[in-house]
């Protein structure tokens, strides 16, 4: 993004963990390690969906590309993290900065925002399985997983542009390990009427929606799975939403409590962490261990290294 002429600020310093000096190096390495189980852990489900026919339906292909979004999210954030906490050097250039601030967040509305298909497909699964495969043709499914890119992209542009033409002309140090729309724009000398109310639609499009949008297509299959009367066919419903809820559930709550805690404080930082760290390398654990289609295709994939092993042996 290119300064305006009433910007004097080139860079920013992202204070990150500066003030716990004595754990930045052991923070460091934990960072790195589930930096790398996470991608790992993701591109493992990747290569499960693609390598397995029986995975080759709408519900897996979001999940694979879920696990994308979590991939290119950790990779605009941490490795930048990493490299604050070993080195004396903590600023970052005012366009590296709004890059950054655009790539996570343009990323973390498509996850919102993939997180309200997922919850469409599943409810049209549950509630019409008779027409499921008549209405979700490979052309929907395909519409269905761009849809979030292009919502993201264009919702997040457009706050991106308005908040880099705010006046930057005294401080500039963000209280946190990354560039974010709130503490980039708390530095700002001025906030025009309309830049405020593109800011805050922007922010309602990229989250509020999405989130009420999933709130209501779950509860409506869980009331549709209530009314199921075999308690088999209620019993596999709920095994197959429940790594779906889980996974929706944890990214929303840590998201709202970060919105929670006063700005400022040490702690929104350390839940910083959770939700931008913790949470993707979270993922595909839970849908390996929750889902019954993984688990069988991860013991299938042992059973048959194991076999091949032997024959070679």
Same mark, same amino acid.
């Given at each position: ?14 204070? &990150? ?14 960072? =790195?390690?589930?930096?790398? +189980? ?8 990747? !290569? ?10 709408? +519900? ?24 604050? =906490? ?10 590296? $900065? ?10 973390? @509305?498509?996850?919102?925002? =993939? !997180? ?23 052309? /929907? $499914? ?8 292009? /919502?993201? #992209? ?29 503490? /980039? ?21 990229? &989250?509020? =929606?999405?989130? +009420?949008?999933? /709130?209501?297509?779950? @509860? ?13 066919? %209620?019993?596999?419903?709920?095994? *197959?939403?429940?790594?779906?809820? @889980? ?15 006063? %700005? ?29 289609? #993984?688990?069988? *295709? ?16």
């Amino acid at each position: 993004m290119d300064k305006t002429n009433n910007t004097a600020v080139e860079e920013f310093i992202l204070l &990150a963990f500066s003030d716990l000096y004595q754990l930045q190096i052991p923070l460091f390495f934990v960072t =790195l390690l589930v930096f790398i +189980m996470c991608v790992f852990g993701n591109f493992a489900i990747i !290569f499960l969906v693609v390598a397995e026919p029986s995975l080759h339906t709408p +519900m897996y292909l979001f999940i694979s590309e879920l696990s994308v979004l979590e991939i290119m999210y950790v990779s605009c954030i941490v490795p930048n993290l990493l490299a604050n =906490l070993i080195a004396d050097q903590k600023s970052i250039s005012f366009s590296g $900065c709004f890059i950054q601030l655009f790539a996570n967040s343009a990323l973390g @509305t498509a996850e919102c925002y =993939l !997180f309200a298909v997922m919850a469409f497909d599943r409810d049209l699964a549950i509630n019409k399985p008779l027409h499921y495969s008549v209405i979700m043709t490979q052309k /929907v $499914c395909v519409q269905l997983a761009v849809l979030p890119w292009i /919502v993201g #992209i264009i919702t997040v542009l457009i706050s991106t542009v308005f908040t880099a033409k705010l006046e930057f002309c005294g401080p500039n140090e963000i209280n946190n390990f990354f560039c974010d729309f709130p503490p /980039v724009q708390s530095l700002a000398c001025s906030r025009p009427f309309i830049t405020e109310v593109v800011i805050i639609s922007g922010a309602i499009f990229a &989250a509020v =929606l999405p989130f +009420m949008a999933t /709130v209501g297509l779950y @509860t409506h299959v869980i009331i549709v799975i209530c009314k199921i009367k075999s308690a088999e066919s %209620k019993k596999k419903a709920f095994s *197959t939403l429940s790594s779906h809820l @889980t996974v929706a559930g944890l990214y929303y709550m840590t998201v709202i409590f970060v919105n929670a805690v006063p %700005k400022g404080t040490q702690y929104n930082k350390f839940i910083a962490l959770i939700y931008t760290v913790i949470i993707p390398l979270l993922n595909p654990f839970i849908y390996a261990f929750r889902n019954k289609d #993984i688990k069988k *295709t991860l013991i299938k994939s042992r059973r048959l290294k194991l076999c091949q092993g032997s024959f070679q042996y």
